[in-house]
């Protein structure tokens, strides 16, 4: 009675272990058998879209740099000072352009006496014109030291550097930068097979880490006409209005650009095998009840699906999804 006991538990645990296997491989006489299960691809209808990295810049930033040397009489900015079009930055030496202007004073002086003269014939017709070349140029000389004497802002925008003081000898490099902020730009790197679809005028958008709940519309100005032979990419200007200067030059953006709707075929992002060692990324279909791999490229993610895209993912296609990494080539399935 007791071998019998014995005799029927070996049989109960030999029953148990077949019953554990049987989930993950059946073993038949002609070779294994993995058991799986399997979902059935249909193409879905998606909106095309990439983000790209970049970094925000001034719309504009000019260096504030006068064409004349000499002394700084007095700077009217500081750093983060906003400033309009028009308003007063820089204030050079002023001696040369009061001696201009005492000059144009003394030459239209003259030009009136001479306007006297050619009349009763006393000089000649040359010597009229060399006095009118000659006030006409110091005029023009006159225009332009008051530009450079008197270095007022080009357009609107906030101070962003500023390298002296008053009283200070400049010696070329920029007094002060300054940066337009209401509006800026970002130049983005695309890749060159979206070519036929960024255009100029396109709407996107941009978000950052500073504000996460918030999206700032933009639009591409400028789409540059060349591609970088080493990363095969084309760049395009991205501007963003700013009016409320939440935005600085220099974030980190992330920027979407939206391609229109694409029609394809979509898989769950965790059947995606990699090829360990490469870059190689792979699935498993059926193949009339065998497990075939197929190379795959990957596109656009959505949430837990990827796009993948190979001649043998096709409508109706059956891909293993679960048990698939105990898969190779040729293996017989059970579903």
Known sequence: MKKISILAAAVLVMVGCGKKQEATTIHESDGRVEVVELTTLHPREIQREIT???????????????????????????????????????????????????????????????????????????????????????????????????VQAPFAGVISAKNYEDGELYSGQPIVVLTQVDKLKTLVAIPESYIPQVKAGMSLSLKTDVYPDRVFPATIEVVYPTVDAASHTFMAKVVVNNPQGLLRPGMYVNTT???????????????????????????????????????????????????????????????????????????KISF
Do not use: C, W
Not at 259 to 273: F, Q
Not at 311 to 322: A, C, M, S, Y
């Open 52 to 150: 790209l990295s970049s970094n925000l810049m001034g719309y504009e930033t000019v260096n504030v740099a006068p064409s004349l040397t000499g002394k700084i009489e007095h700077i009217y900015v500081e750093v983060g000072d906003k400033v309009r079009k028009g308003d007063s930055l820089v204030r050079m030496d002023q001696q040369q352009f009061n001696s201009t202007r005492f000059a144009i004073a003394n030459l239209e002086t003259e030009m009136q006496r001479m306007e006297g003269l050619i009349q009763t014939g006393s000089v000649s017709q040359q010597q009229y014109d060399q006095m009118k070349l000659s006030l006409n140029q110091t005029k023009e000389t006159f225009k332009f030291l008051k530009t450079n004497t008197y």
């Open 257 to 331: 650009i939206g391609l229109g709707k694409a029609t394809i075929m979509a898989a769950p992002y965790s059947t995606v095998l990699k090829l360990i060692g490469a870059n190689e990324r792979y699935v498993f279909i059926n193949n009339n009840g065998y497990a075939k791999r197929v190379t795959v490229e990957m596109g656009q993610r959505f949430g837990d699906d990827v796009e993948i895209t190979a001649p043998e993912i096709v409508d109706g296609v059956e891909l293993v999804t679960k048990g698939e990494a105990r898969l190779v080539d040729g293996v």
